[in-house]
């Protein structure tokens, strides 16, 4: 059952106000990551309400945002909340089990990147930070 939506509310605002766009339908997952989604890259946080995503995941991401390196699009979808949205967004994680907090990278609909939680767990958010800076580098830009 998910947690009521004032309880993550100013979870799913630590990303929102940093410009990330919440995909909270299948429809909208669909948009952002499917045949049809725009060229260029996509970040794609499965955000979570466990303490690894708000003590490293949600400010490690905020952190690798700073540089000039970033992806096209930021795009979110909140585990154990949007449940339909997430499970259609791990169809396009290929290769990986379910993992919640992660984060993925996709460039031109593919798949390019991804972090697991167990990546997270442990790390703090400057070392989340370099790991996704490297991405950016790696496949944006």
């Not at 690798?64 to 967004?89: H, I, N």
């Amino acid at each position: 059952m998910p947690y009521p939506e004032m309880m993550v509310a100013p979870m799913r605002e630590d990303l929102v106000r940093i410009g990330f766009d919440e995909l909270r339908t299948p429809d909208a997952v669909d948009q952002a990551l499917g045949d049809n989604a725009p060229d260029g890259t996509t970040l794609l946080v499965v955000n979570s309400v466990c303490g690894c995503a708000a003590g490293a995941a949600r400010p490690g991401v905020f952190l690798s945002l700073q540089g000039d390196m970033k992806p096209d699009r930021l795009t979110t979808v909140f585990a154990g909340q949007d449940l339909d949205a997430t499970e259609r967004a791990r169809e396009y994680i290929t290769g990986y089990p379910p993992s919640s907090p992660s984060v993925a990278l996709f460039k031109d609909g593919h798949l390019v990147w991804f972090m697991e939680r167990h990546r997270i767990e442990g790390s703090s958010p400057h070392q989340i930070a370099e790991m996704l800076q490297g991405a950016y580098a790696d496949h944006c830009g």
